[in-house]
């Protein structure tokens, strides 16, 4: 877990963890990221990202996953930056203040393990 501070508060958090927890997808991790309303638009988000990569891919995973509320122009964007694409996209997966939500998978692939096993 990656945690950022400003002025002793915590403006946000990252993590990983596995994708599917089935054996076969043990090369596949989604991450998540939050930000705190009053530390959005500082390159927080940017920040954990690119760390989280970084961390991924000395872990020897194949691909890092994303869910993004369809509506979220924002970090779509940011996600396209930093080279991943979109995977698919699950309608109605979540309902929150009085509306549904669609959820798109982006996925970025790594290098992956040079032996993987099953």
């Known amino acids: 877990m990656?945690?950022?501070?400003e002025n002793g508060e915590i403006a946000g958090f990252a993590t990983f963890d596995t994708f599917q927890n089935w054996p076969a997808y043990n090369y596949a991790v989604e991450?998540?990221?939050y930000v705190c309303k009053d530390y959005r638009s500082r390159g927080?988000?940017?920040d954990f990202m690119t760390k989280l990569?970084?961390?991924?891919e000395k872990q020897e995973y194949a691909i890092i996953v994303a869910g993004i509320d369809s509506s979220n122009a924002a970090g779509?964007?940011?996600h396209e930056k930093l080279k991943f694409y979109k995977a698919g996209v699950i309608h109605r997966a979540g309902f929150?203040?009085?509306r549904w939500l669609d959820l798109r998978f982006y996925q970025r692939n790594l290098k992956g393990p040079s032996y993987p096993t099953e």
């Open 96 to 98: 929150t203040f009085g």
């Open 2 to 5: 990656l945690v950022a501070e």
């Open 53 to 56: 990569i970084m961390i991924a």
């Open 31 to 33: 991450y998540s990221v």
């Open 44 to 46: 927080i988000a940017l």
């Open 76 to 78: 779509i964007a940011l």
